[in-house]
């Protein structure tokens, strides 16, 4: 009688377990929020200092659903060539689509829209891009392709360096596209949190200044590249690289001087440098 009761009583409780089990185990949401803050020495975008090779504070938010489409945001403090007509801030507004092809492939496909709160009036431009990334054991292969169509923003307005420092507009209302070409590759390393990083892109834009005297290719035509290391622990990333450019002060100097730190005509903004950067996941 005892044993009968005994097994009846577990019977009992391993049906309430079941079902209370059942009850507390939720389906995974179908939206994920996700978001970042970083540390950097240097604000590079594609090679360039866009905080005047200073420090730079930047943050991100993404909200993605599980069909594959997402909205972010992104910013970051501006200085020097980055101000964009005084402004003291880029915020990127994204949106896109992401859609594995197979179980190690994925394309993403986008739109940024870069806007430059408080800076002078046509700044702000948009840049579609599609990305196409593919994973092999440690390593992950990204190429790709970002387009901004013809837009004031990227227009050549100006010449020379020396026609935006008089205010001297070329061609006002000039508007110009510009095509981006990347191709990145990190490589885990295996027993280690340590992933090495690599970097190319050749830009293709205007030769001159835009109607704030800077633009999305300096010097019309370029290459950057970059190599470095992340290392990880928990939700935080250390980051080191070496950043670079094939701008040669001599092919800048038409720039200037727009092109340099502190904008006082010596130096160059895409001189090679070392960036190190810290960023906290959640």
């Known amino acids: 009688m005892h044993i009968l009761r005994f097994a009846t009583a577990a019977g009992l409780l391993a049906g309430i377990a079941t079902p209370a089990f059942a009850q507390d185990t939720a389906?995974?949401?179908?939206?994920?929020?996700?978001?970042?803050?970083?540390?950097?020495?240097?604000?590079?975008?594609?090679?360039?200092?866009?905080?005047?090779?200073?420090?730079?504070?930047?943050?991100?938010?993404?909200?993605?659903h599980e069909s594959g489409f997402y909205v972010g945001a992104w910013g970051s403090n501006l200085s020097g060539w980055g101000t964009f007509g005084g402004s003291n801030m880029e915020l990127d507004l994204i949106g896109g689509y992401k859609h594995k092809l197979a179980d190690n492939a994925t394309i993403d496909v986008g739109l940024t829209w870069y806007m430059y709160p408080g800076g002078a009036s046509k700044t702000d431009y948009a840049e579609p891009y599609v990305k196409l990334s593919g994973t092999t054991g440690p390593a992950t292969l990204t190429a790709s392709a970002f387009y901004a169509p013809k837009q004031q923003a990227l227009g050549k307005w100006y010449r020379t360096g020396a026609d935006a420092a008089a205010g001297v507009y070329t061609d006002a209302g000039d508007k110009e596209d510009n095509l981006y070409l990347t191709g990145d590759g990190a490589f885990a390393i295996v027993g280690t949190p340590v992933t090495a990083k690599a970097h190319i892109g050749h830009s293709w834009g205007n030769d001159g200044l835009g109607p704030n005297a800077t633009s999305a290719a300096p010097t019309g035509e370029y290459w950057d590249w970059s190599l470095g290391a992340d290392t990880t622990y928990r939700n935080l990333t250390f980051n080191v690289s070496y950043v670079d450019t094939d701008i040669t002060r001599r092919s800048a100097a038409y720039l200037q001087p727009s092109f340099s730190r502190g904008q006082d005509g010596t130096g160059s903004i895409a001189d090679g440098t070392v960036v190190a950067s810290l960023t906290a996941a959640f």
């Open 27 to 64: 389906p995974p949401s179908p939206v994920t929020v996700s978001g970042s803050v970083t540390l950097a020495t240097d604000y590079r975008l594609r090679g360039v200092s866009q905080s005047d090779k200073d420090g730079a504070i930047q943050g991100g938010l993404t909200i993605a």
